[in-house]
């Protein structure tokens, strides 16, 4: 796509090993252990007087003070909270057992696919615990040398490297730092050959690509600063600016996005390889898009419209002269390729080039090629195409997982991909694009044996009668008595695929016996637009609906019990969560909502969480949609008086994606209500984000602590 978006999955990863206790006195000593670490003091979380009014509703909201993550008070909380976390956490028997085993399980090399540029061979590499990935390169049969190490951008390795863009012949290269984990960036452009920064750094960007024309300059994308606080303030109008190498940022021209006609939030620039298309994509929401053109080989050109509303998603993926090959679901919920004269390029003049099947496709290029990537129940199926639309063949891919890669530019004779699974290690392959021949380029250096496990998908039935795939992963041989350790992770929007990958934190958890499930629930994109769509607005009860079948199945076949079940799930996956526990808290032992989008009434006001709205609605659009949204907003649907599972919400005190005064106010709720002896924790990390760059350092640290909370909640008492 043009605007590239992350969104941002989590990895899922536990640990367990262990038997359930098998006499009295065991049981009897791992309650007493329990009740002496469950007796958590928690923090006092005052609250205010806040009444907000919908539709003649009133609806309190008691910990709005909570919001202002400026004021010395919040801060004091997050502390305290902390406090009381890691004083829980410290008792955890095992828990440095956990972070042990984590470190040796990630102390492998790690390296990348290889891509050229101006000349070189480029390579991301990782030693083993590195806390940044290093970029190496090389020439010929010269050994690879260092090229760009982020890991000395700061001395605790929070400061990350989250974007690379080389200039046309490759002597340039433009990439962005993010501190802390923050969104927003600044863009240093080197010499590549020198390594010298050539000048002063671009401040301020936001939710940006790099696009390149020729050495000369770049685009890119970014909103005004906003006034009061940087990482939750909202940003509604994106800009696409132009920067001439060598001058000042200050001088940077807005090319789109500066007028009320040209308002969106999200709008991102791209160049066609031969440099003479501008495209720019714009869109209000996460999901569909405007698309234009402007000829850059004519002067004082103007931009053309292709798609001129939001309905349909569409990019520009290659162009031959004037002739464009689009990638679009409009009138296409599964996406097709069409292909259109640059001079007349509305939808009524699209022709058929790859035509629409029963299966989502997601298309890549390289050696001159097309590359269809099919989701067949979330699995990959590879078909290359040449340019006449005609196909060359099927990719005899090495099992049945995800296979990502297969780009390059169009002179290439050989690509590069990638193939795992939720029990195999990455393995990249080389690909001849004339023969089809693929070879083993480089495997995976960790020490994990896939042929011991099991990775089964199953379908079963949610509540409405739709049926829902999920892959579960296991060690072969496992008893299904309802005894195994499991975690079943979800998302469930945003159009987001979950396609089988490995993990060394996963590995951990399959290592140790746990069941490992992943449900390809309604809100993704599994099965394309439709899918999609059925878990939006005021369809999103049947994300919910899907993720509680898919636990009741587990229990239901024996692979696990309430007691042995957790949930986890990161940002739109943290509302699962959340929504989850607040309408079934019998139904698992254990919840992990992580930078979860928890406050569903007021996530629209905070940075860009407006564009939210094409799968959430929002609470002031309608009576209808506000009644829906707060009947299953996790913070307002908190009751006092019932027993919630063991709750350790994660969120990052840098966090502005999904603001932590989410995670704030759920746990505060959740503290202030809670009845029984589970514990309700908020571990807060400090310097952190949503996620993307996190140090490995982190990772280990919150995993170890994440995952030793969920098997001491579920009864574990050694590893």
Same mark, same amino acid.
């Given at each position: 796509?043009?605007?590239?978006?992350?969104?941002?999955?989590?990895?899922?990863?536990?640990?367990?090993?262990?038997?359930?206790?098998?006499?009295?006195?065991?049981?009897?000593?791992?309650?007493?252990?329990?009740?002496?670490?469950?007796?958590?003091?928690?923090?006092?979380?005052?609250?205010?007087?806040?009444?907000?009014?919908?539709?003649?509703?009133?609806?309190?909201?008691?910990?709005?003070?909570?919001?202002?993550?400026?004021?010395?008070?919040?801060?004091?909380?997050?502390?305290?909270?902390?406090?009381?976390?890691?004083?829980?956490?410290?008792?955890?028997?095992?828990?440095?057992?956990?972070?042990?085993?984590?470190?040796?399980?990630?102390?492998?090399?790690?390296?990348?696919?290889?891509?050229?540029?101006?000349?070189?061979?480029?390579?991301?590499?990782?030693?083993?615990?590195?806390?940044?990935?290093?970029?190496?390169?090389?020439?010929?049969?010269?050994?690879?040398?260092?090229?760009?190490?982020?890991?000395?951008?700061?001395?605790?390795?929070?400061?990350?490297?989250?974007?690379?863009?080389?200039?046309?012949?490759?002597?340039?290269?433009?990439?962005?730092?993010?501190?802390?984990?923050?969104?927003?960036?600044?863009?240093?452009?080197?010499?590549?050959?020198?390594?010298?920064?050539?000048?002063?750094?671009?401040?301020?960007?936001?939710?940006?690509?790099?696009?390149?024309?020729?050495?000369?300059?770049?685009?890119?994308?970014?909103?005004?600063?906003?006034?009061?606080?940087?990482?939750?303030?909202?940003?509604?109008?994106?800009?696409?600016?132009?920067?001439?190498?060598?001058?000042?940022?200050?001088?940077?021209?807005?090319?789109?996005?500066?007028?009320?006609?040209?308002?969106?939030?999200?709008?991102?620039?791209?160049?066609?390889?031969?440099?003479?298309?501008?495209?720019?994509?714009?869109?209000?929401?996460?999901?569909?898009?405007?698309?234009?053109?402007?000829?850059?080989?004519?002067?004082?050109?103007?931009?053309?419209?292709?798609?001129?509303?939001?309905?349909?998603?569409?990019?520009?993926?290659?162009?031959?002269?004037?002739?464009?090959?689009?990638?679009?679901?409009?009138?296409?919920?599964?996406?097709?390729?069409?292909?259109?004269?640059?001079?007349?390029?509305?939808?009524?003049?699209?022709?058929?080039?790859?035509?629409?099947?029963? @299966?989502? !496709?997601? #298309?890549?290029? /390289? =050696?001159?090629?097309?590359? *269809? &990537?099919?989701?067949?129940?979330?699995?990959?199926?590879?078909?290359?195409?040449?340019?006449?639309?005609?196909?060359?063949?099927?990719?005899?891919?090495?099992?049945?997982?995800?296979?990502?890669?297969?780009?390059?530019?169009?002179?290439?004779?050989?690509?590069?991909?990638?193939?795992?699974?939720?029990?195999?290690?990455?393995?990249?392959?080389?690909?001849?694009?004339?023969?089809?021949?693929?070879?083993?380029?480089?495997?995976?250096?960790?020490?994990?044996?896939?042929?011991?496990?099991?990775?089964?998908?199953?379908?079963?039935?949610?509540?409405?009668?739709?049926?829902?795939?999920?892959?579960?992963?296991?060690?072969?041989?496992?008893?299904?008595?309802?005894?195994?350790?499991?975690?079943?992770?979800?998302?469930?929007?945003?159009?987001?695929?979950?396609?089988?990958?490995?993990?060394?934190? @996963?590995? !951990?958890? #399959?290592?140790? /016996? =746990?069941?490992?499930?992943? *449900? &390809?629930?309604?809100?993704?994109?599994?099965?394309?637009?439709?899918?999609?769509?059925?878990?939006?607005?005021?369809?999103?009860?049947?994300?919910?609906?899907?993720?509680?079948?898919?636990?009741?199945?587990?229990?239901?076949?024996?692979?696990?019990?309430?007691?042995?079940?957790?949930?986890?799930?990161?940002?739109?996956?943290?509302?699962?969560?959340?929504?989850?526990?607040?309408?079934?808290?019998?139904?698992?032992?254990?919840?992990?909502?992580?930078?979860?989008?928890?406050?569903?009434?007021?996530?629209?006001?905070?940075?860009?969480?407006?564009?939210?709205?094409?799968?959430?609605?929002?609470?002031?659009?309608?009576?209808?949609?506000?009644?829906?949204?707060?009947?299953?907003?996790?913070?307002?649907?908190?009751?006092?008086?019932?027993?919630?599972?063991?709750?350790?919400?994660?969120?990052?005190?840098?966090?502005?994606?999904?603001?932590?005064?989410?995670?704030?106010?759920?746990?505060?709720?959740?503290?202030?209500?809670?009845?029984?002896?589970?514990?309700?924790?908020?571990?807060?990390?400090?310097?952190?984000?949503?996620?993307?760059?996190?140090?490995?350092?982190?990772?280990?640290?919150?995993?170890?602590?994440?995952?030793?909370?969920?098997?001491?909640?579920?009864?574990?008492?050694?590893?």
């Amino acid at each position: 796509m043009l605007l590239k978006r992350t969104l941002a999955c989590a990895v899922l990863l536990a640990l367990s090993g262990c038997s359930e206790p098998t006499n009295t006195s065991d049981q009897k000593e791992v309650k007493s252990s329990m009740n002496q670490v469950n007796s958590v003091v928690y923090p006092e979380t005052k609250k205010g007087d806040v009444v907000d009014t919908y539709f003649g509703e009133n609806v309190a909201d008691p910990y709005r003070w909570l919001e202002d993550d400026m004021s010395a008070e919040t801060a004091d909380w997050v502390k305290a909270q902390n406090t009381a976390t890691f004083s829980y956490l410290e008792q955890i028997p095992y828990r440095n057992k956990l972070k042990e085993r984590l470190e040796k399980l990630m102390n492998y090399e790690k390296i990348g696919a290889p891509f050229e540029e101006g000349g070189y061979t480029y390579f991301y590499k990782n030693d083993g615990l590195q806390n940044q990935y290093v970029l190496y390169r090389s020439k010929g049969d010269e050994a690879p040398e260092v090229f760009l190490d982020p890991n000395k951008f700061s001395d605790d390795g929070t400061t990350s490297m989250s974007g690379l863009s080389f200039s046309k012949d490759g002597s340039l290269l433009a990439y962005q730092v993010s501190e802390g984990g923050s969104d927003w960036r600044e863009i240093i452009v080197i010499d590549t050959h020198t390594k010298e920064q050539v000048e002063q750094a671009l401040v301020d960007v936001k939710f940006s690509g790099i696009d390149w024309l020729g050495n000369e300059g770049f685009y890119y994308s970014s909103y005004d600063k906003p006034k009061g606080s940087e990482l939750s303030a909202k940003t509604d109008q994106h800009k696409v600016y132009y920067h001439a190498l060598g001058t000042s940022q200050d001088d940077d021209r807005v090319v789109f996005g500066d007028s009320e006609a040209q308002k969106h939030r999200y709008v991102g620039a791209d160049v066609t390889d031969d440099g003479k298309y501008l495209l720019i994509s714009a869109s209000v929401s996460t999901s569909g898009n405007k698309l234009f053109i402007k000829d850059l080989s004519k002067e004082n050109s103007d931009f053309v419209t292709v798609v001129g509303n939001s309905d349909s998603d569409t990019s520009v993926i290659d162009n031959d002269g004037d002739t464009l090959y689009l990638v679009t679901n409009l009138n296409a919920p599964n996406k097709k390729v069409v292909t259109v004269n640059a001079n007349d390029p509305a939808p009524e003049n699209w022709v058929d080039f790859i035509p629409e099947t029963d @299966n989502v !496709l997601n #298309l890549s290029k /390289g =050696g001159d090629t097309f590359f *269809a &990537n099919y989701m067949v129940d979330a699995i990959s199926h590879v078909k290359q195409y040449n340019k006449q639309g005609e196909l060359i063949r099927e990719i005899n891919l090495p099992g049945v997982g995800s296979a990502r890669g297969f780009r390059g530019k169009k002179d290439q004779s050989t690509l590069y991909y990638s193939f795992t699974n939720y029990k195999t290690p990455g393995t990249t392959f080389s690909f001849d694009v004339s023969s089809g021949e693929s070879k083993v380029y480089r495997e995976s250096a960790i020490d994990f044996n896939s042929n011991d496990y099991t990775s089964e998908q199953v379908f079963y039935t949610s509540k409405d009668g739709t049926k829902v795939p999920m892959i579960i992963t296991y060690k072969t041989g496992i008893k299904l008595d309802g005894s195994n350790p499991t975690i079943l992770y979800g998302y469930g929007g945003f159009n987001a695929s979950l396609t089988p990958s490995f993990s060394p934190v @996963n590995a !951990l958890w #399959l290592e140790q /016996g =746990g069941v490992y499930a992943v *449900a &390809n629930i309604r809100g993704g994109g599994e099965y394309g637009k439709d899918w999609h769509n059925a878990g939006t607005k005021m369809q999103k009860q049947n994300v919910f609906d899907d993720f509680i079948a898919a636990a009741e199945y587990l229990k239901d076949k024996k692979y696990t019990s309430k007691k042995r079940l957790a949930l986890r799930g990161g940002s739109n996956g943290g509302l699962l969560v959340g929504a989850v526990m607040t309408q079934r808290p019998d139904l698992f032992q254990v919840a992990l909502p992580a930078v979860g989008v928890l406050d569903m009434l007021r996530y629209h006001t905070f940075t860009a969480g407006a564009g939210w709205a094409y799968d959430y609605g929002t609470s002031e659009q309608s009576k209808e949609m506000f009644e829906y949204i707060k009947a299953y907003s996790p913070l307002h649907n908190v009751k006092a008086g019932v027993e919630y599972p063991a709750t350790m919400v994660t969120t990052g005190d840098h966090d502005d994606r999904v603001v932590p005064s989410h995670s704030f106010k759920f746990a505060a709720e959740l503290q202030a209500k809670q009845a029984g002896n589970n514990p309700t924790l908020i571990r807060i990390e400090t310097n952190a984000g949503h996620g993307a760059g996190t140090p490995t350092s982190k990772v280990i640290d919150l995993y170890a602590d994440m995952f030793g909370f969920t098997l001491y909640n579920m009864g574990v008492k050694e590893l």
